[in-house]
């Protein structure tokens, strides 16, 4: 008798489910814990006040990020709350027998580069983490959960937790992308099309022919952003491109075990006739080049397009809305995007912060300059990113262009180290959250864009296409 | 573990409306640098709180007249963006233990649920009705009834939804998981021992 076809997130979730809980969610195993300093310390005071240990401490792995200064890393931060936090990480680890990969390590970084780096992040793994970008992981076929303090104490006590099933939504992108579009552009593109809550209750599996030829960096950046359209989990199937990524990492298997470990990740992919909860298909060529102009990041236009105007609303819901957003972002109501003077240009963050992101811009930046008045600043998301880049003379691309090239962090993202907004400062900026007051000053404005289109607005001094501004032809 | 059952919920309201309220509102990431959740309650809402006065307006968080309410409203999509249960905890300790909201961000919702914070649904009409209430008269008395499954004030009532897990978690006081899922550690062992790929990792 043949078994009907079945997809990754079933497998994988039967594969973790312990057991049912008395209100009916099911106890899941988290095969892969990641912590760092922000929520994790209350976690480890919640244990101890329960007189609780670290049930599988070999599965945890932390590493420090959001507090860590970027313009040097050295010790004792200059912010004493910050300084707090990582030596009680740092001892947490310690006294729990947890993996930590600090600032003296050379792997130290944003967690969500770290994970994939180290090949801690493996196929049909679940994996959670106290962060809702977590979803990055998903890059690699795993259901990757971002959780909250009481859940990192659930995972740390048990390794496991407490979870409703959700439902599964397949996204294809087939097709090609145009010249001078990204997977910033595709993901940007899809939260504007399904709105930022139209993931509630779902998992998002991606594929079709574009996620088929993204690289792995290309994937993570999709997949971090799954939570921004409201989605708990994203995932791609893996395939040969995530074997290859994988291949002689540090937490990678070797020898037969490897061989073993492909054979495992390549039954777990979602098989062809699986059903799904629901599908919705997008052409690659309809993607432009999308930039926010609002406080979420559903509120994107293509680049060529003018910013709304709330008397063409349709709903009443987006009539307000768009009044609330124009009015913090002090923008003008059916005016182009481009065009719009900038005053910070910021390529960092776990969505665009790789190898990969920095490679790409240091194509077109040779012989520009950033233009004057813009602060410009590049920072490679992990201290591995920072060595790749300076062993290929990517930082001195950038500084030469006028940057400023940092040390590995979440530095501009948001507010909890040295790097932020000022007043109301506007922000070109290749991160994923463009929310009142997120990048560290209560009236800073975000807009969120592709890497590509972040340099274009560095170098012009306003939103630009960068297909224009660079000549992009691929 | 002993658990208070949550079952019905009185106290005065105050409404924050608006959709997609995200948690960097509700709790701004400077907040965030702290190693306990000790002293949240004061960072609540705090921008927009600061942008109020600072535009001539009142919060309703600063205003006297809702001083002490114990039940927040709010519109669609309440509690996006990060996973911080700061944002819970924060609503928490400024004294709330209920929120009416017309849906909710799904990390949100859990991590709310998780610390005995209880989060019911109303209709956006239901809702409008309920905020004309408590600004006609800040000292309405609400009461959320998750057994009853309604909203019940000023002698009217509204019905309340929730999901099946959560209200069940929070009425028969398993709202903090912590306590059953030790209880399944021999079972968590032989899930894990049967997933070879989650050995311990070589060095
Ligand atoms: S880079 Fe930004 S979104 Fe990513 S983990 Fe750091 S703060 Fe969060």
């Not at chain 1, 790097?419 to 290749?430: E, M, N, P, R, Y």
């Not at chain 2, 009853?148 to 999901?163: N, S, Y």
Request: hydrophobic share 40%.
């Amino acid at each position: 008798m043949r078994t009907s076809p079945r997809n990754l997130f079933g497998k994988v979730w039967a594969a973790h489910a312990v057991r049912e809980l008395a209100n009916g969610q099911t106890q899941l195993l988290i095969g892969t814990h990641l912590i760092h300093e922000v929520t994790s310390p209350q976690a480890f005071a919640m244990l101890r006040d329960l007189g609780l240990k670290v049930a599988m401490p070999h599965r945890t792995f932390a590493t420090v990020d959001h507090i860590v200064p970027t313009d040097r890393q050295t010790e004792p931060f200059s912010d004493p709350l910050a300084d707090a936090m990582i030596k009680a990480l740092r001892k947490n680890c310690t006294d729990h027998g947890i993996t930590y990969f600090d600032l003296a390590s050379g792997r130290q970084g944003i967690v969500h580069m770290v994970g994939p780096e180290q090949g801690i992040t493996q196929p049909g793994t679940t994996i959670a983490c106290g962060d809702s970008h977590t979803s990055t992981h998903g890059a690699f076929g795993a259901i990757a959960l971002g959780i909250g303090t009481s859940q990192v104490r659930d995972v740390l006590a048990t390794q496991t937790m407490a979870l409703g099933r959700l439902k599964l939504r397949r996204i294809n992108v087939e097709g090609r992308l145009g010249p001078g579009v990204y997977a910033k552009d595709v993901i940007l593109h899809i939260i504007r099309t399904l709105g930022v809550n139209g993931g509630t209750g779902f998992a998002y599996e991606y594929g079709g022919a574009v996620f088929d030829r993204f690289s792995m960096e290309e994937r993570m950046t999709v997949c971090n952003m799954s939570i921004e359209g409201g989605a708990r989990v994203g995932y791609v199937n893996p395939d040969e491109t995530t074997f290859a990524y994988l291949k002689g990492r540090p937490y990678s298997p070797v020898g037969a075990a490897w061989d073993e470990a492909v054979a495992r990740w390549r039954a777990v992919a979602s098989e062809p006739g699986c059903q799904y909860d629901d599908v919705v298909t997008i052409s690659g060529a309809d993607i432009p080049p999308t930039v926010t102009w609002g406080i979420n990041p559903g509120q994107g236009i293509a680049i060529t397009e003018t910013i709304p105007d709330p008397a063409k609303a349709t709903a009443v819901d987006e009539k307000a809305s768009i009044e609330e957003a124009l009015a913090y972002m002090k923008l003008r109501a059916g005016a182009p995007i481009k065009g719009i003077k900038i005053d910070v240009a910021f390529l960092g963050s776990c969505t665009n912060a790789r190898l990969s992101d920095f490679k790409e811009v240091a194509k077109y930046l040779p012989g520009r300059r950033v233009a004057q008045g813009v602060k410009a600043i590049a920072v490679p998301g992990s201290q591995i990113v920072s060595r790749q880049c300076a062993e290929l003379g990517i930082d001195r691309v950038f500084r030469d262009a006028g940057f400023d090239w940092r040390e590995a962090g979440c530095s501009m993202c948001l507010a909890m180290n040295p790097d932020k907004l000022v007043g109301d400062q506007l922000c070109a900026s290749s991160s994923n959250r463009n929310f009142k007051g997120r990048q560290g000053s209560p009236t800073g404005r975000t807009l969120l864009m592709s890497p590509l289109m972040v340099a274009a607005a560095a170098v012009t001094g306003a939103v630009a296409d960068a297909r224009e501004v660079f000549g992009v032809i691929h | 573990m002993a658990l208070a059952k949550i079952t019905t919920i009185t106290g005065r309201g105050l409404a924050v409306p608006g959709n997609d309220i995200d948690t960097d509102r509700i709790i701004p990431a400077r907040f965030l640098k702290a190693v306990t959740f000790d002293g949240m309650g004061e960072g609540l809402f705090f921008d927009a709180r600061k942008a109020a006065t600072a535009a001539g307006q009142v919060h309703p968080l600063d205003d006297p007249r809702f001083r002490g309410a114990g039940i927040l409203l709010s519109g669609a999509n309440f509690g996006c963006g990060s996973s911080r249960e700061h944002a819970p905890q924060a609503i928490q300790k400024a004294g709330f233990r209920a929120i009416v909201a017309e849906s909710y961000a799904e990390i949100f919702f859990g991590n709310a649920t998780t610390i005995g914070l209880a989060c019911v649904c109303a209709t956006r009409a239901d809702l409008a009705r309920l905020a004309a209430a408590i600004a006609a008269n800040p000292a309405l008395e609400i009461t959320v009834d998750l057994v009853g499954r309604e909203i019940r004030f000023d002698g009217r009532k509204i019905p309340l939804t929730m999901r099946d897990s959560a209200r069940d978690a929070l009425v028969h006081g398993r709202w903090d998981p912590i306590g059953e899922l030790l209880e399944g550690a021999a079972a968590v062992a032989a899930t894990a021992s049967r997933l070879p790929y989650l050995a311990a990792p070589q060095k």
